[in-house]
């Protein structure tokens, strides 16, 4: 099969280096006498030449043209292969006079380990100890305390999916229940406590990017690869509560990160649930792929941004299209409205993120940031007056509504970063890695901790996208990803911020 063949012949191109030194001593050790070697080659010939053979003499001339060629390279090896072990024999009397030492006896299989190695190992670990030291304090945040036995702890895994889950949100109305966005064309409603699934939605026929519920109303906003958005309704029942698993795990920078095989879920898919399968109100003017959607503050209105470079505002009561926001140079990855104004923030592979003013019906004004080098994945409001926007540059940049000029706060990460949140009342951005973590930050670029990953919990492959639940003094983290599953994190916001 190719995927055999290809496997191979990258094991072959991998393990072609390590056997390069074992070769050429082989290689020396058989050519120690290029004469005795030379002489059954000639005599080999002179066989040939003697032989009666069905060959055109021509064909015959060309294949012992050829076989010299090949003796004329293995010789250029034999004469490298030489050099090289005068090299190695000069460098390994050197390291002797030095007081170093050769780790076994033979130069072509050991490693050299010098003392200069040996002091730089010493000085990694230097650092090592001392960062660790610098950081404790930020990293015990998250460790088991004295009348706390983890400030974070698992809540529920929902597992049900058959693609890669893009986007969540969790409704702002009873019943609370999580919503999830995926690539297998539909969304799913979760009961947060148990896990399990309670409705699906599939109407799309493409991708689903997004999903945001509205404000004040058991309905429901998904954008989708089909190049529309939906409005559905929903009604659920919420099952009765189960006894939490213990499974309390300390957020540590140390933890274990092995993986899980690719593609391994555990537990089973949802079972038969109500499916929903006709949108309230279909809205279609994009000529790509929408991306995200979000309700205005009320939830009369909603904008949807795509892969067209625009984003258009809709009437929820007519799916009119009432304005169509342009100026973005390349497609658009996401679009946020602020909680308690009518303010729009776009953001774009362009680099850059707009903030559309809708507050004076008369003026649609616009303001351009260009705080990024590299693709902006998101930018949301916060419940004050901030923007906290994200992008694949692998910084994340907090910015004041009322001076935008420049940020007031930027983190740097060692990865991209996709869709983040901010918690509303204690304002922690939760940041999605492409490199499967989940870091949290506060407002002012302090790193507070990483969300456990190992071999038992944490995702398996990138993080898409992170949403907040707020609940008396702990807040309810979920996070996506495309190893097509969702998770819940129960955090003790007050107690982490008391440890800080």
Known sequence: MPVEGGSSSGSASAA???????????????????????????????????????????????????????????????????????????LNERLTGDGQTVEGGDPTKGALKTKASHSTSQLSQKLKTTYKASTSKIVSSFKATTGSRALCQLLKEYMGHRDGIWDLSVTRTQPVVLGTASADHSALLWSIETGKCLLRYAGHAGSVNSIKFHPTEQMALTASGDQTAHIWRYMVQLPAPQPPPDVSAPCDDDQDSSDREE?????????????????????????????????????????????????????????????????????????????????????????????????????????????????????????????????????????????????????????????????????????????????????????????????????????????????????NLFTCGFDRQAIGWNINIPALLQEK
């Open 16 to 90: 072609r280096h390590p056997k390069q030194k074992r070769k050429a001593h082989s290689l020396s050790i058989r050519r120690t006498n290029s004469t005795e070697e030379r002489q059954p080659g000639i005599l080999r010939g002179d066989m040939l030449e003697g032989q009666d053979s069905k060959l055109p003499l021509a064909l015959r001339n060309n294949l012992l043209d050829l076989f010299g060629q090949i003796e004329r390279e293995f010789e250029n090896l034999y004469i490298e292969n030489i050099e090289l072990r005068r090299e190695i024999d000069s």
């Open 263 to 475: 593609g391994e879920v555990d537990g089973e898919g949802p079972c038969e649930v109500p499916t929903v399968r006709v949108a309230t109100a279909t809205l279609k003017s994009h000529q790509g792929v929408v991306i995200a959607a979000d309700w205005l503050v009320g939830g009369r209105q909603v904008v949807t941004a795509s892969w067209d470079r625009a984003a258009n505002l809709y009437e929820v009561e007519t799916s009119e299209l009432v304005h169509t926001l342009t100026g973005h140079d390349q497609e658009l990855t996401h679009c946020c409205t602020h909680p308690t104004q009518r303010l729009v923030v776009t953001s774009s592979r362009d680099t850059t993120f707009r903030l559309w003013d809708f507050r004076d019906p008369s003026i649609h004004s616009v303001n351009v940031f260009q705080g990024h080098t590299d693709t902006v994945t998101s930018a949301v409001f916060t419940v004050g007056d901030n923007v906290v926007s994200g992008s694949d540059d692998r910084t994340v940049k907090v910015w004041d509504l009322k001076n935008m000029r420049s940020p007031i706060a930027t983190i740097r990460t060692d990865s991209a970063v996709n869709r983040l949140s901010v918690s509303a009342n204690q304002r922690i951005i939760a940041l999605p890695h492409d490199n499967r973590q989940v870091r949290l930050f506060d407002m002012s670029g302090v790193r507070l901790a990483r969300l456990p990953r190992s071999n038992r919990m944490g995702h398996r492959r990138m993080v898409c996208c992170t949403a907040w639940n707020e609940e008396n003094q702990s807040c």
